[in-house]
Every structure is written in structure tokens, then in C-alpha cells.
């Protein structure tokens, strides 16, 4: 099965054909999204994924950070048709300093 542009999380994704760990098309100039793995299957599946880079637009910290994040999404004739992104956005946060580490 191969897997259209999904706008939704600015990547091509061509399943089955040697994509995992490698860097995804982005369009945020100093970040990427790196495939970790994908299953599909029955027109579900999951996407797991690294996104990170440098906070040039968000925060404007100029800090380097990186999260993990998986998709889950339906697939319609070949296309992703719905996606919903999972990821921790507070570890971004704590990565560029607008949040703070809480103490144990």
C-alpha cells in the first residue's frame, strides 16, 4: 500500500519501502519530522515519529528541541483521510525554558 501527501502532518509517507529513520519533508525551515515506524492495516494504522529542530517561530527561543509522537490514522483509497497527533508538547516547552522542570 502506498500513502499519499497527509497535509496534516506535512510528511510523505510511502509504506513498505524502506522509510523508517529516515527525515520526512517538512516545511518549517530548522525543524524535521523523522519516521521511527508505521503499521497499517484494514484502513488503520500508526505512525510513530521524532519531531524537533530549533524554536524559531513558536516560543523564538532559539532553543534546539526534540519529542516523540505517534499518529493515528485512517486510510480511504490509498490516502490518509483522517489523522490525529499525539505528542507531549509541555516536554517542548521544558526543552526551550518557558516551562519549568517541576521537582520531584
Not at 519501502?17 to 525551515?29: A, D, N, T, V
Not at 505528542?87 to 522542570?101: C, E, F, N, S, T
Request: hydrophobic share 35%; charged share 25%; glycine share 14%.
Amino acid at each position: 500500500m502506498e500513502l499519499e501527501r497527509s497535509g496534516e502532518i506535512g510528511g510523505y509517507f510511502h509504506a513498505g519501502r524502506g522509510l523508517r529513520g529516515r527525515s520526512l519533508r517538512y516545511h518549517q525551515e530548522g525543524q524535521f519530522v523523522k519516521l521511527v515506524d508505521y503499521h497499517i492495516a484494514d484502513g488503520h494504522g500508526t505512525i510513530e515519529w521524532i519531531f524537533g529542530g530549533t524554536d524559531v517561530d513558536v516560543f523564538k527561543t532559539g532553543k534546539p528541541f526534540s519529542v516523540r509522537g505517534v499518529s493515528v490514522i485512517e486510510v480511504d483509497n490509498g490516502r490518509i483521510s483522517r489523522n490525529l497527533d499525539y505528542y507531549d508538547a509541555a516536554a517542548i516547552m521544558k526543552q526551550v525554558g518557558v516551562l519549568p522542570d517541576q521537582k520531584k
